[in-house]
């Protein structure tokens, strides 16, 4: 699928690409469209992570923002915060993401604790 190509609207089609993330049938599709697009998604899956009442479609953010946000001070932030879900799975992958990225998550979380 080549959205930029279609001359699709990114800003529409990302939240329904989010929303696909909750269907068992269509969340590996929906993920491997939403990790495609890229850097552009970014703002709309930290969104979705801070904000939807999911824990699949938070989940399948931060599995996105690990592959593509790693050096991203606003993803770094947001896996941070996800840290604190109240679900296991999204805690889990988000500490997954965190290590993954490497020194620069990890000194970021040590100063998010310093202050």
Known sequence: MHVAQNKVHIDKVIPV???L???TK?????TSCLRNIGLETISELIKALESDSSHNVRTAA???L???????ADVIA???NALKDENEDVQHKAATALEKIGSTA??????????
Not at 66 to 72: C, E, L, P, V
Request: aromatic letters at 6%; proline letters at 0%.
């Open 78 to 80: 947001a896996l941070i």
């Open 62 to 64: 931060v599995t996105i």
């Open 106 to 115: 990890i000194n970021t979380f040590i100063d998010s604790l310093n202050s």
């Open 26 to 30: 269509f969340s590996s599709n929906a």
């Open 21 to 23: 993330t909750e269907r």
């Open 17 to 19: 690409l989010l929303a």
């Open 66 to 72: 690990k592959d593509i946000g790693a050096n991203n």
